[in-house]
Structures are given as structure tokens and as C-alpha cells.
């Protein structure tokens, strides 16, 4: 199927005038005169025929969401986090006797997983 039996279905199913296909076209940025607009409306054999390209469909895609949903809202930029709202470790000082450091030492030492009295 080619973009301009694409548009043309689209534009029959979508009930749609060429003053709204312009329309939808212009709200993607994308101008295109009545005439040309004619053009790709037109039978394959008509000399006047243009084959619709890839921007032309895209543009006029992106237009419909447009046209159909509204304009898009606009998006705030991402609040960077103060220092209130970053989770944060904290460290604590702690002192170990040397019962304690020696059993840590061993555990770690040997792939143990015992940690603290049993």
C-alpha cells in the first residue's frame, strides 16, 4: 500500500476536507499548498499525480495526533534533588575490642559467614 492510498483512506475514513488536511499538516510544522495537496489525491495514470513521501505521511501522522488529542502539555524540566531529598548514608563510629576484630578477621579470612556470638 502505498502513502497516498494510505492518506486517501485515512482522509475517507476521518471524513476529513482538504482545509482540515491542511490544517492537520500545519500543526506539525509542515506547509504544503491546496494544489499539491491536489496532486497526491489524484489517480496513479493522471499526469498531475505526485506520489506521496515519507515526510509528507509522517507530518501529516503527527498533525493528527495533534489535531485529535489536543497540544501536547507542556513538561516542567526534571527537578533535581536537593540534598533533603537524596538518600544519604551515614556513617557511624564504632569501636570494636579485640575479641570482636579478631572473630571479624577470621570470618572474612576464611569465607565465613558468622558474624557476632551464636
Known amino acids: 500500500m502505498t502513502n497516498n492510498e ?31 495537496l491536489n496532486d497526491l489525491f489524484r489517480n496513479e495514470d493522471h499526469p498531475g499525480y505526485v506520489e506521496a513521501g515519507d515526510q509528507i505521511l509522517r507530518n501529516f501522522l503527527n498533525g ?34 579485640k575479641s570482636e576484630e579478631r572473630e571479624i578477621t577470621k570470618n572474612v579470612r576464611h569465607g565465613g559467614k558468622k558474624f557476632g556470638k551464636e
Open 64 to 97: 493528527l495526533i495533534q489535531y485529535k488529542r489536543g497540544p501536547a502539555p507542556e513538561r516542567k524540566p526534571a527537578q533535581q534533588e536537593t540534598r533533603a531529598q537524596k538518600p544519604t548514608l551515614l556513617a557511624k563510629d564504632f569501636f570494636l575490642n
Open 6 to 36: 494510505i492518506l486517501k483512506k485515512l482522509r475517507i475514513a476521518l471524513e476529513l476536507k482538504d482545509t482540515d488536511i491542511l490544517h492537520i499538516l500545519s500543526l506539525a510544522g509542515f506547509t504544503i499548498t491546496k494544489g499539491a
